[in-house]
């Protein structure tokens, strides 16, 4: 075993809390030396050539608290708190990255070692989920909201954008045969399909809503664009009046009758 230098005190004695804390890490360091844990959690031999096989350590039973369950998981001491937190999220249903385990009042970073914190045997830890986590949760949660409020908004602009092309797609049809149409009808949809393309701008540009809102606010110009066309094409067109000829009849002969006493 490695030696352990120790801190003289001013009576010439040795400080025997760092003394101990020391050791511990020592020991800890050498018990891994040629062992690595996988990331299954299954300890194996380091690849060394020419080194004797050493048996592995044998594992641990620690007893995790999480919320109002308890659970005991076998584990090497050689393991890291984030290859114990893989072993927690089958039981738990909490993911890895969400997860903050405390052990002795202190939370534990992923890359720290079960034996060089201390932990034995039937020591125990607490979980919890880790306050980041639960932050970064929430703003998802407030994204995902945004999101599907602004596709409400667009699918219901999208219904009425379809009622008004069809308007537009029957006027054209109507032009393209001569008949003229009223203009206040081509100008009432354009100013009605401006007014959704109003209703489009405001609707905030959040995640995948933004490209929906785009195809809308492209559909709502197309229809615009077109009736502008039509419009000119309508005031060339003359006005079509129809008159109706009426067919006269003579008034029918009347008979005369004679009278008899």
């Not at 054209?172 to 401006?194: D, F, P, Y």
Request: hydrophobic content about 40%.
């Amino acid at each position: 075993m490695a030696s352990v230098m120790h801190r003289s005190s001013s009576d010439g004695g040795s400080s025997s809390g760092w003394s101990d804390a020391a050791a511990a890490v020592s020991a800890a360091a050498e018990d891994r030396a040629g062992w690595e844990v996988r990331p299954s959690g299954m300890v194996v031999q380091a690849r060394e050539d020419g080194a004797p096989p050493r048996p592995p350590p044998p594992e641990i039973r620690v007893r995790v608290k999480y919320g109002g369950a308890r659970h005991e998981v076998p584990v090497s001491p050689i393991a890291t708190f984030w290859q114990l937190k893989k072993l927690l999220a089958s039981r738990t249903g909490l993911q890895p990255a969400d997860q903050q385990l405390t052990y002795k009042g202190r939370a534990r970073g992923n890359t720290e070692y079960l034996d060089a914190c201390g932990v034995k045997n039937k020591a125990k830890l607490v979980l919890a989920e880790d306050p980041a986590s639960l932050e970064r949760r929430y703003i998802e949660r407030q994204k995902n909201a945004k999101i599907e409020s602004a596709n409400r908004a667009i699918g219901a602009i999208a219904l009425e954008v379809d009622k008004l092309a069809d308007q537009v797609t029957s006027i054209e049809k109507s032009i393209s045969r001569g008949n003229k149409v009223a203009e206040v009808q081509i100008t009432t949809l354009i100013e009605l399909l401006m007014r959704h393309a109003v209703k489009l701008e405001s609707i905030p540009a959040v995640g995948d809503s933004s490209s929906q809102r785009n195809i809308q606010a492209k559909r709502v110009q197309k229809c615009v664009e077109t009736l502008d066309v039509l419009k000119v094409s309508n005031a060339r067109l003359q006005a079509v009046v129809v008159t109706t000829k009426w067919e006269t009849f003579e008034a029918p002969a009347t008979t005369q009758w004679e009278l008899f006493d």
